[in-house]
T-cell receptor, first 112, second 114 residues
Framework: SQQGEEDPQALSIQEGENATMNCSYKTSINNLQWYRQNSGRGLVHLIL?????REKHSGRLRVTLDTSKKSSSLLITASRAADTASYFC????????????FGQGTTLQVKP | EPEVTQTPSHQVTQMGQEVILRCVPI?????FYWYRQILGQKVEFLVS????????KSEIFDDQFSVERPDGSNFTLKIRSTKLEDSAMYFC????????????FGPGTRLTVL
């Protein structure tokens, strides 16, 4: 598999429920970032977690990072219909250029 | 809040034609990037640009592609002779210096090659 693979590929939940998306990667990283993309639109940065951090919160978002397992998870609590979008993890490796390698993404549908 | 802007939002061109996609990064950012996303696929890195030169490019970024920062604000991606497979959404991104600064993406330009 490639760097930054998310699972599940698709997730459908009811409003108010929590949504958990996972991301795995292969090489060592400097940081990992999560982005949201509404259908056909641009990428919105959600949260960045550094390689020496294990957990980070931002509003209803909680991100964890396990560098030993090379995995991360994004939890959205108390989901809303407006959270419906695709979510991508992106890893930044050790290169000085800071390029990001994106996963395939998880498509989240939150039903009202 | 400052943001990355891109023009045009949608470009339709004939195969073999040249296109220039334009981006205005956030003003105090120093690193600039182009990515592309073919419909239904993941976002792919094309090129990074720092200190007025390419710092890294992917295998996708062949001789048909070039980037330029013609003045202090614009950052352009040129595709010299477009192919059908160049049809994609092209995203520009920028960030501050520093290892832990997030990249801010523009809204994208949808390129359709006929």
């Amino acid at each position: 598999s490639q760097q930054g693979e998310e699972d599940p590929q698709a997730l459908s939940i009811q409003e108010g429920e929590n949504a958990t998306m996972n991301c795995s990667y292969k090489t060592s990283i400097n940081n990992l970032q999560w982005y949201r993309q509404n259908s056909g639109r641009g990428l919105v940065h959600l949260i960045l977690i550094r390689s020496n951090e294990r957990e980070k919160h931002s509003g209803r978002l909680r991100v964890t990072l396990d560098t030993s397992k090379k995995s991360s998870s994004l939890l959205i609590t108390a989901s809303r219909a407006a959270d419906t979008a695709s979510y991508f993890c992106a890893t930044r490796g050790s290169s000085n250029t800071g390029k990001l390698i994106f996963g395939q993404g998880t498509t989240l549908q939150v039903k009202p | 809040e400052p943001e990355v802007t891109q023009t045009p939002s949608h470009q339709v061109t004939q195969m073999g034609q040249e296109v220039i996609l334009r981006c205005v990064p956030i003003s105090n950012h120093l690193y600039f990037y182009w990515y592309r996303q073919i419909l239904g696929q993941k976002v792919e890195f094309l090129v990074s640009f720092y200190n007025n030169e390419i710092s890294e490019k992917s295998e996708i970024f062949d001789d048909q592609f070039s980037v330029e920062r013609p003045d202090g604000s614009n950052f352009t991606l040129k595709i010299r002779s477009t192919k059908l497979e160049d049809s994609a959404m092209y995203f520009c991104a920028s960030r501050l210096q520093g290892a832990y600064n997030e990249q801010f993406f523009g809204p994208g330009t949808r390129l359709t090659v006929l």
